[in-house]
């Protein structure tokens, strides 16, 4: 049966086997199949991650400074050159995802992660240090963008907020599980085994990363016509949905497509709008327990008092990635979310109470995750073709954070909390001018693509060189408003 149009709305109403309608209560139940079975892989994978890359921030309130004779910028520099590795490496990781197959790729490169975050804990000198966090930061390059990119192959963008907020809440709960862990268990270990307290973080959570990644070989699965859990029928129904709801085809590499990730316009307009969310993000993930201490709390319950603004930030990443899927809205969730962390940062940057201080940092974290949960979700689903996809994501993830290296001289000392403060402000003020423009100009770009398709005689070979064309295509809607 040939293609018909609607002229009268320009909508396509195309009568192909991969627009037929699809059964909602179906489709929901195949993607329930894959959140148990995809979803907790990822999520462990990256929480453990986020704890290699933040564990400094821990180890320095409960002596690293003192016994590895850090001294003037060094714990900064220490912080920020994890990124600079890890910004390098993002693009031709991504790429690598499309010439070997993702589970050994990912297995290669954590194990390396693994051995490098270990032998940390033999580390007590800047130079040692300094070294493991490079190695460290190159291999980790491979997770972040290679997941989100992993994330948009298996589920319809309509349906993956909700996902990616699961996935960037790992983040938070890392916050979570690695405070209890020193509360109760890590600073009561020093000297034990000639080793302190602080360098036994570094080698438990070693440990534990080497485990989790032998177990991880079991559990990635590299496509969706691979999946064992899935039958023929689940597979066909669930790449239907995909190609449905993002008309996409390109899935093979080819080196025109890596070029146009780096011409297109869009991926730097979404690199800047995310270094505004990932400077204020990482520098609370470096410097909140250093933060909440200079509130005034021991340095042990400064570590148990930043529980709470990260479960709080837990719950409201997952609320707005649910209220953005539920309603198909990206944009205005990113602003608002970026609001609420500029009130937060507002209030610690005036306050002279401890107690109204520690309400600011509620407010700051709550934002500053959501918005980057909803924000992952908008830029991943904004390219059409897996390759020109996979190395956009890491173009803009590789740019935004690059905000860690900024963020690691945002709070220098006490004295100079309020430019910290300042800057983050300013960082989320940026953030929403920029979203705002991209929505109108996406808007804009969606009603050119309306307009070309009206009065188009819309035929099987015209579709399959507009399907070539990937996201410039008549067919394909930029995400904008939703």
């Given at each position: 049966?040939?293609?018909?149009q ?5 909508e396509l109403?195309l009568?192909d086997?991969?627009k037929r309608p699809?059964?909602?209560?179906e489709l ?10 995809i979803?907790p ?5 990256y929480l453990l991650?986020f704890?290699?890359?933040g564990?400094v921030?821990?180890?320095?309130i ?5 016994d590895?004779n850090?001294?003037?910028l060094?714990y900064n520099i220490?912080s920020?050159?994890?990124f ?5 490496g ?11 197959r993702p ?18 804990c033999l ?8 070294i ?5 930061g ?8 290679g997941?989100?990119?992993y ?11 909700w996902r990616v907020?699961v996935y ?6 890392a916050?979570?599980?690695l ?12 000297n034990l085994?000639?080793?302190?307290g602080?360098q ?8 534990v990363?080497?485990?989790?990644g032998?177990?991880?070989l ?9 999946a064992?859990f899935l039958?023929?029928s689940?597979?066909d ?7 449905r709801?993002?008309?996409?085809v390109?899935v ?9 990730a780096?011409k297109d316009?869009?991926?730097y ?17 470096l410097f909140l327990?250093?933060?909440v201490?200079e509130l005034?709390y021991r ?11 990260y479960a ?16 198909n809205l990206?944009?205005p969730?990113?602003?608002?979310a ?5 009130i937060g940062?507002?209030?610690l940057?005036?306050s002279?109470s ?8 509620f ?5 500053v995750?959501?918005a980057?949960a909803?924000?992952?979700?908008w830029f991943?689903t904004?390219y059409s073709?897996?390759t020109?996809?996979a190395v956009a994501?890491a173009?803009i993830?590789g740019?935004?954070?690059?905000g860690?290296v900024?963020?690691s ?10 430019i910290?403060?300042s800057v ?7 953030t ?11 808007n804009?770009?969606n009603?050119?693509?309306?307009r070309?398709?009206?009065g ?7 579709k399959a060189?507009?399907?070539n064309?990937?996201?410039?295509s008549?067919?394909f ?5 939703y």
């Amino acid at each position: 049966m040939s293609p018909r149009q609607n002229q009268n709305s320009g909508e396509l109403k195309l009568l192909d086997p991969e627009k037929r309608p699809l059964d909602e209560v179906e489709l929901r139940r195949v993607l329930r199949k894959l959140d148990y079975h995809i979803l907790p892989i990822v999520v462990l994978l990256y929480l453990l991650a986020f704890l290699d890359r933040g564990n400094v921030g821990n180890a320095k309130i409960l002596g690293m400074v003192e016994d590895a004779n850090l001294t003037g910028l060094s714990y900064n520099i220490l912080s920020a050159v994890f990124f600079i590795p890890y910004c390098i490496g993002e693009v031709p990781s991504n790429i690598m995802l499309k010439i070997v197959r993702p589970s050994r790729w990912r297995e290669l490169i954590y194990d390396i992660q693994c051995t490098s975050v270990t032998l940390m804990c033999l580390c007590n000198s800047f130079r040692s240090l300094l070294i493991a966090r490079l190695f460290v930061g190159l291999t980790e390059s491979a997770l972040s963008p290679g997941i989100l990119f992993y994330l948009s192959t298996w589920y319809p963008r309509r349906y993956l907020a909700w996902r990616v907020g699961v996935y960037v809440t790992a983040s938070v709960l890392a916050g979570e599980a690695l405070l209890k862990l020193r509360r109760y268990g890590i600073e009561r270990m020093d000297n034990l085994g000639g080793l302190h307290g602080w360098q036994w973080i570094f080698g438990l959570e070693g440990i534990v990363t080497v485990l989790v990644g032998l177990i991880s070989l079991f559990f990635i699965h590299d496509s969706v016509q691979s999946a064992n859990f899935l039958t023929i029928s689940e597979k066909d129904y669930l790449q239907r949905a995909i190609a449905r709801d993002s008309s996409e085809v390109l899935v093979h590499l080819d080196r025109k497509f890596i070029w146009q990730a780096f011409k297109d316009y869009r991926t730097y307009i979404h690199s800047l709008c995310f270094l505004g969310i990932m400077i204020p993000l990482y520098s609370l993930a470096l410097f909140l327990p250093t933060l909440v201490h200079e509130l005034g709390y021991r340095a042990i319950d400064a570590q148990l008092f930043t529980v709470p603004p990260y479960a709080l930030s837990c719950v409201c990443t997952l609320v707005c990635a649910y209220i953005s899927d539920r309603l198909n809205l990206r944009g205005p969730l990113i602003i608002f979310a970026a609001l609420l962390g500029i009130i937060g940062f507002i209030i610690l940057l005036c306050s002279s109470s401890s107690t109204l201080g520690y309400i600011g940092m509620f407010f700051a974290t709550a934002g500053v995750f959501s918005a980057d949960a909803v924000f992952c979700t908008w830029f991943s689903t904004a390219y059409s073709g897996e390759t020109k996809r996979a190395v956009a994501i890491a173009i803009i993830n590789g740019a935004g954070n690059l905000g860690g290296v900024l963020a690691s001289f945002v709070y220098i000392n006490s004295k100079s909390f309020y430019i910290g403060y300042s800057v983050n402000i300013g960082c989320l003020a940026a953030t929403i001018l920029v979203t705002g423009f991209m929505i109108w100009e996406f808007n804009r770009a969606n009603r050119l693509k309306e307009r070309q398709c009206v009065g188009t005689d819309i035929t099987v070979e015209l579709k399959a060189e507009w399907k070539n064309m990937g996201d410039r295509s008549p067919l394909f809607r930029f995400a904008a408003l939703y």
